[in-house]
């Protein structure tokens, strides 16, 4: 009985706060929902307020005099203006971009063309080098041509001079075979061919000489064989004298031969009375050519004209 009477007080007890607990949650709410009246009061409190000054200051517009509306139309004038300036700008600033852009496009054409102009003048640099270095190459070309042009002029005058060389050689050889033969010639034959050279000279002999001489001029010009000129200057002219007994010899046709150098000599002239009854034995002679064909001179008589020779084999 006790712990009965004791439980139920506990009970009313809990019961007693959550009540209380509820009264104060709800009257909490309460206190809420009226102060969210009161704010919406005061808002549209001061919006009634801000309505009435949006009025009264209509009123007083709408009350001003009329002097104050050219202010107004100025001040719009002002705006109007201003925003014409604004787009001015804009407009000034789009211009200077558009302007910055086409001296971009400017510059940059610009650079395209001093670009394609140095690559042209490049192109036109090396083509000048490569005709320069094609010149030098030409040049090249003709200047070997030519060397081997001077090359085989100069063979060809080593094989000339070896031919003339040859040509001398054998003429020398025939010379050799010649007084080779003249050296076998017995002593009565030679003693044989001097009593004929003696009596030869002496029926050729002239006692008026400068009427029976004849130049070759006189007799039509020469007709002869000539000497080749390297054999002349090397046996031949006034620097080669010989005496032409000894040397084989014929009397044919009426005129005296003596042959010398592998070549015989014909005498076509008389022999002056000057010259001396012995002068084939004992004086030197020489053979040259002299204007207009080829004369016997006796070195004892320098200043005196030479007797005309025919050559032959």
Known sequence: MKRVGFIIPISILCAALAVSTFGLAQEKQDKKQDQN?????KQQKEDKQNQGQQHQQQNKQEAQ???????????????DQQVQREQQNQNRQQQVQRNQQNQDRQQQVQRNQQNQNRQQQVQRDRQN????????????????????????????????????????????QGRREQRGQQMQRSQQQQ??????????????????????HRSWQQRGGYNG????????????????????YGLPFMYQGGYPRFQYGGYWFTVMDPYPDYWGNDWYQTDDVYVDYYGDGYYLFNRRYPNRPGIAISISF
Request: no cysteine; hydrophobic share 10%.
């Open 37 to 41: 009246k009161g704010q919406q009061q």
């Open 225 to 244: 064989y000539r000497i080749p000129d390297n054999d002349f200057r090397g046996r031949y002219g006034r620097g080669h004298n010989f005496r032409i």
């Open 65 to 79: 005099p009329r002097g104050l509306q050219p202010q107004r139309d100025q001040q719009n004038h002002n705006r």
């Open 191 to 212: 003693r044989e061919q001097q009593v004929q050279q003696r009596q030869v000279w002496q029926q050729h002999r002239s006692n008026n000489w400068d009427n029976d």
């Open 129 to 172: 080098q490569d005709r320069q270095q094609q010149v030098q190459r030409d040049r090249q070309n003709q200047n070997r041509q030519q060397q081997v042009q001077r090359d085989r002029q100069n063979q060809n005058r080593q094989q000339q001079v070896q031919r003339d060389r040859q040509d001398q050689d054998r003429q020398q």
